[in-house]
């Protein structure tokens, strides 16, 4: 039999259409996943929402070696996965990883986006330096982007791929491949609103740090009120309503965004 080829990430299909990244080092701990991708994207029974918990949990578990509670959901899963316990190589191999460093994980490291139901993966950071995530100038400074110039980068004709949440305008374009809950959930933002898709799947785990630190490295600038509010599919958010008022709140404060 020829070896599986590792070059790219593994996918899995949940039972709603989403479809979950598995990244190659997790992938590499599974001979259940690696056999199953061998014709293509692995489909379970699960939503993807509920796969990405199940993997986040267990990259948790494998980074710090320390015992986390698993929901019953998240051990059978990872079960079906070949992944019911964390190798003892992997986890010295993660808690080196965090112990080498004080800071942010920076350009090529891994890093978990933890603050998002279809994020809870180890992506790599590949257009973001951690040293300047700190720095909330470039987010203060952001460039004012006018109405055509969002609905024209709508990812096709070589235009770049912008998604408009809360009046900040982030390009998507190299993240496509990358984002765990799959393409779609992009695709389908450019040319409108994004605000209310955007807090009702984010932000559930409350440690939304990493999550901002993704943002600030996509976001390329800022709308206008008057010109937002002509975008297509605007609605008037309302915090309380909008899904994630938390996560709404910060949002507003990180991106310096006036209600």
Not at 36 to 58: D, F, H, K, V
Not at 99 to 112: A, L
Request: charged content about 20%; hydrophobic content about 30%; some cysteine.
């Amino acid at each position: 039999m020829e070896p599986v080829s590792m070059s790219k990430d593994m996918l899995i299909v949940g039972s709603d259409d989403v479809e979950v990244t598995i990244p190659n080092q997790l992938a590499a701990c599974s001979l259940v996943l690696r056999r199953r991708s061998i014709l293509g994207p692995i489909t379970m029974p699960y939503t993807g929402e509920e796969l990405s918990n199940a993997i986040a949990a267990y990259m948790e578990r494998s980074s710090t070696g320390k015992y986390q509670q698993m929901s019953p959901k998240e051990t059978e899963i990872l079960e079906e996965m070949g992944l019911g316990d964390v190798p003892a190589e992997q986890q010295q191999q993660h808690q080196h990883i965090y112990r080498t460093t004080d800071k942010e994980p920076s350009t090529r490291q891994r890093h978990s986006l933890g603050s998002c139901p279809y994020h809870h993966q180890i992506q790599e950071i590949t257009s973001c330096d951690a040293d300047s995530a700190n720095s909330m100038a470039d987010v203060i400074n952001l460039p004012m982007i006018t109405l055509e110039e969002f609905i024209v980068n709508n990812g096709s004709d070589g235009h770049r791929l912008w998604i408009l949440i809360d009046t900040i305008v982030f390009d998507v374009t190299e993240y496509l491949n990358k984002h765990p809950g799959g393409r779609v959930p992009l695709l389908n933002g450019p040319g409108k609103d994004s605000t209310l898709p955007f807090y009702q799947h984010h932000g559930r785990k409350g440690n939304t740090r990493p999550l901002f630190n993704r943002l600030k490295c996509l976001a390329v600038g800022r709308m206008s009120s008057s010109d937002f509010q002509r975008v297509p599919g605007y609605q008037q958010t309302n915090t309380e309503e909008c899904g994630n008022p938390s996560l709404r709140r910060q949002f507003l404060q990180y991106f310096h965004v006036m209600e």
